[in-house]
C-alpha cells in the first residue's frame, strides 16, 4: 500500500510533463489520433443458430472506391429487407442479437462490415462521416436487389451516426431505428476520457482534435449527427438509448430526436448501458423493434413480391 500513492502521482505528473513539451506534446497527439482512427480487421464466422435460412456473402464498392464485405441472410418467406450498420470497433457478427431477432420477425437482413472494420477495406475509420458512403453502398444494393419490397434500416453507434450523416441516401430506406447515436463528435470524445479512454487524454485534447480532422479531412465540428438528424424526415425513425449510457444518454438522445418531432420516436432501456441495450431490454426490446418495423413497412409504399 506504501506505493500506491508515488505510482498515482507520477502517472498523473508524466502527462503533465509531455503537455508542456512541443515535440513530446505534438507526438503524443498524433499517437492518439491515429490509435481512435484505426483499422480493427476480424475474421467473421458465418452465422449460425438462425434456423432455416440462405446466406449469401456478398461484395459492394463505395462511391469513393472502398470495398465492403457482408451478409445476406434470408428466411424462407421475407417480409421485406433490413439493412444494420454497426459500431466502432465492431463488425457485422456484433449485430447478431438484433438479426436474430429480425430473422425470427421474418425479415431479410443485409449486415456489411463499414470501412477499416472486419472483412471490408479502408485504412480510417472516420466515427460515422464518410461511413456515409458505406450506408449509400448498401442502400442501392438493397434498392436494386429487392425494389418493390419493404425496407429498413438499423444502425447501432457509429453506424447509426452513418445513418444521419448519409441524408438523402436513407430515403432507400421505409422506416430508420438509431440506436445509442452520439450528439457530437467533441461531446463523444469527452464523454469517453475516465471510461473507454484514460484520463491523461484529456492534456492532449486539442492536438488529438487538430490531428483527427486533417487525418479526416473534416472540421471536427462537422462530425455531429446533431446537425444532420431532420434529414431523415420525413422517414419514421425510432430512437433508442440505455437509461445508463454514459456514451449517448437519454438527455442528447433527446435533443437528437426533438430535431424531428413529427417523425421520431424516442424510447428509454432501462438500466441498459452502451453495449447492452439488447440483452437488457429483452423480450420488450424485441417487441418495441418489431412493432414499429411491422407498423411502418406495412404502410409503405411498397408491395411484398409474391
Known amino acids: 500500500m506504501a506505493t500506491s500513492h508515488p505510482i498515482s502521482w507520477l502517472a498523473g505528473l508524466w502527462p503533465r510533463v509531455i503537455a508542456h513539451s512541443g515535440v513530446g506534446y505534438l507526438a503524443v497527439a498524433y499517437g492518439v489520433s491515429r490509435w481512435l482512427t484505426r483499422r480493427s480487421p476480424a475474421v467473421v464466422s458465418a452465422p449460425v443458430g438462425l434456423g432455416e435460412v440462405k446466406l449469401e456473402n456478398p461484395i459492394c464498392v463505395t462511391t469513393d472506391g472502398v470495398r465492403l464485405q457482408g451478409w445476406i441472410i434470408e428466411p424462407p418467406t421475407p417480409r421485406g429487407t433490413i439493412a444494420l450498420f454497426h459500431g466502432l470497433r465492431g463488425n457485422r457478427m456484433s449485430l447478431l442479437d438484433r438479426i436474430t431477432i429480425l430473422i425470427e420477425g421474418g425479415y431479410r437482413c443485409v449486415a456489411f462490415d463499414h470501412r477499416a472494420h472486419g472483412e471490408s477495406g479502408g485504412g480510417v475509420t472516420s466515427f460515422g462521416y464518410h461511413e456515409r458512403h458505406d450506408v449509400a453502398a448498401v442502400a442501392q444494393l438493397v434498392t436494386s436487389r429487392w425494389p418493390d419490397e419493404p425496407r429498413a434500416a438499423l444502425g447501432f453507434s457509429m453506424g447509426a451516426a452513418a445513418l444521419c450523416f448519409a441524408g438523402p441516401n436513407t430515403h432507400a430506406f421505409d422506416a430508420i431505428i438509431l440506436e445509442s447515436v452520439y450528439h457530437d463528435l467533441a461531446r463523444a470524445f469527452h464523454h469517453r476520457i475516465g471510461g ?3 484520463e491523461w487524454f484529456q492534456h492532449f485534447r486539442r ?12 472540421p471536427i465540428h ?11 424526415v420525413p422517414r419514421p425513425t425510432l430512437l433508442l438509448t440505455g437509461s445508463d449510457d454514459p456514451h449517448a444518454p437519454p438527455h442528447e438522445v ?3 430526436a426533438e430535431q424531428m418531432p413529427e417523425s421520431a420516436r424516442f424510447h428509454i432501456i432501462a438500466g441498459a448501458d452502451h453495449e447492452n441495450v439488447v440483452a437488457q431490454g ?25
Open 207 to 218: 492536438g488529438v482534435i487538430w490531428f483527427t480532422q486533417r487525418r479526416l479531412g473534416v
Open 254 to 256: 433527446r435533443t437528437l
Open 282 to 306: 429483452g423480450d420488450g426490446y424485441r417487441q418495441l423493434l418489431l412493432a414499429f418495423l411491422d407498423r411502418h413497412l406495412a404502410n409503405s409504399r411498397h408491395v411484398v413480391a409474391a
Open 222 to 232: 462537422e462530425i455531429a449527427p446533431i446537425d444532420h438528424i431532420a434529414r431523415l
Open 196 to 198: 473507454v479512454f484514460p
